[in-house]
């Protein structure tokens, strides 16, 4: 299942990226006493009460402004609005409430979502318990004080998030069809992707909004069999400035690959591989989905003999880090690969439900220690005891060795790449979660 989204929103300067990285637990989002410094989103997950939630920080809102930067801010605001799950609205203890206050609660009224509103700066409870009620006039329910600079409140918030968060698991029945994102860049041909498999197949499809995210799922059954996807598509506007884009398609990506099987990064072939497209994948590959990377565009790219091969070598090089990712190269203008589609997404879909005997692994484990000794620190030797799976989507395995803080990446990419040589694994990740055993347990 998903992990529903948290949008945190309010004016400029009332601490909501203070609050992002104190729920977040790090320093992600930048931090100055001045209106309008986070004029992006940025997203992260979370854990609390046992359950998973993917937050997102946004730019301060000016319901009424002609000051360009703000006004592209309180338009990233409202397509965070439209896509999350529940809404934290961040208003400010210190400076009272304004108008600015109720024009944005109204604006949150009209999105008919669940709404939290948090009065931020309150350090002294007892001392300013008054000034907090003046916040009920917003017709938002109970505001819940808080300090995010000092850290205090934030349990008692993620409470009365977790009450108000939707109950999916009553509500959605359970679906088996393959899930697939189509992800990436404004304008790489993501909807041209997806309308050109409907027309090819030429069936009746269903096109149903989601409930809660801003994106189409669009059926379509191929040779007997019923896929659904997720189209991540949607800007048309070219006056927006860069900044706007990435994290708009960011945003999107997030949503999208939460609610997917498999990933599809469409990289345009005319333009080539870029950082934004690293972003765009590192999002599916942080959360273990199958990844499948389409070029399209590509009857527009004048070819020689080794144009394929130095296309796929820029590729590899700036997406180095999913190298298990196959890649096609497709037109959707004319079709051309677009039905080996189809099985490159059966194909990931098998190796990443794909679960792999104990005996076996072990075997592995045994073989690859053999012919590469463990790493040695101090006169002290890594040693690899044992290894299970203990799940899929994606495959996940534990293990156990004699002292973790012997193991090195390198080694364990090494053994990562032995259990990819035997069973592919092919177009998914894999994860191989260390886990020491003591001394009295080897006896």
């Known amino acids: 299942m998903s992990k529903p989204i948290l949008a945190i929103v309010g004016r400029p300067n009332v601490g909501k990226s203070t609050l992002f990285n104190a729920l977040a637990g790090s320093r992600i989002a ?12 940025i997203y992260a997950d979370i854990d609390w009460a046992g359950r998973n939630l993917t937050m997102i920080d946004t730019g301060g809102i000016e319901p009424d402004t002609n000051d360009v930067i703000l006004a592209q801010m309180r338009e990233q605001a409202q397509m965070a609005i439209d896509t999350a799950d529940v809404i934290l609205f961040i208003t400010d203890l210190k400076m009272g409430l304004t108008d600015s206050d109720d024009k944005v609660a ?11 509103l948090v009065v931020n700066k309150v350090d002294n409870y007892v001392k300013d318990e008054a000034a907090v009620y ?17 850290r205090t409140g934030l349990g008692d918030l ?15 029945v359970e679906d088996d069809r393959p899930k697939v994102a189509i992800i990436g860049k404004p304008n790489v041909g993501k909807s041209s992707l997806i309308n050109r498999l409907l027309g090819e197949n030429r069936l009746i499809v269903s096109d149903i909004a989601g409930t809660t995210r801003d994106a189409v799922d669009t059926a379509v059954k191929y040779n007997g069999k019923e896929y659904v996807f997720i189209d991540t598509a949607g800007l048309r506007r070219k006056n927006r400035v860069k900044e706007d884009l990435e994290h708009y398609m960011i945003l999107r990506a997030v949503a999208a690959v939460e609610r997917s099987d498999i990933a599809v990064l469409v990289i345009d072939a005319e333009e080539g591989v870029t950082e934004q497209d690293a972003k765009i994948a590192g999002i599916a ?60 997404i059966d194909a990931v879909l098998e190796n990443a439900s794909r679960r792999v005997q104990t005996g ?19 006169g002290k030797r890594l040693r690899c005891l044992y ?11 534990v293990l156990f060795v004699n002292d973790k803080q012997l193991m090195h990446f390198s080694y364990l990419r090494y053994l990562e790449n032995k259990i990819r040589e035997t069973f592919s694994f092919k177009g998914t990740a894999i994860r191989i979660l260390i886990r020491e055993r003591k001394r009295k347990d080897q006896a």
């Open 387 to 397: 290894i299970t799976q203990v799940s899929v989507k994606p495959p996940t395995f």
């Open 134 to 150: 003046e916040f009920y006039s917003l017709g938002l329910g109970d505001p819940v004080p808080i300090s995010a600079a000092n």
């Open 158 to 172: 993620l409470d009365e998030v977790l009450k108000v968060l939707p109950d999916k698991k009553g509500s959605e």
């Open 106 to 116: 109204d604006m949150l009224r009209r999105s008919h979502k669940p709404v939290v």
């Open 30 to 41: 930048i931090i100055e006493d001045t209106p309008g410094v986070t004029r992006d989103r």
């Open 360 to 378: 076996v692994l072990n075997e592995i484990l045994s073989e690859a220690t053999a012919l590469q000794q463990p790493p040695m620190d101090k």
């Open 285 to 344: 590959h942080d959360r273990g989905k199958g990844i499948i990377i389409a070029v399209n565009k590509w009857d527009a790219i004048e070819k020689e003999t080794n144009t394929a091969k130095e296309f796929t070598e820029r590729i590899r090089s700036t997406l180095a880090f999913m190298p298990y990712a196959d890649i096609l190269f497709v037109s959707a203008k004319s079709g051309q690969r677009l039905p080996k589609l189809y099985d490159e």
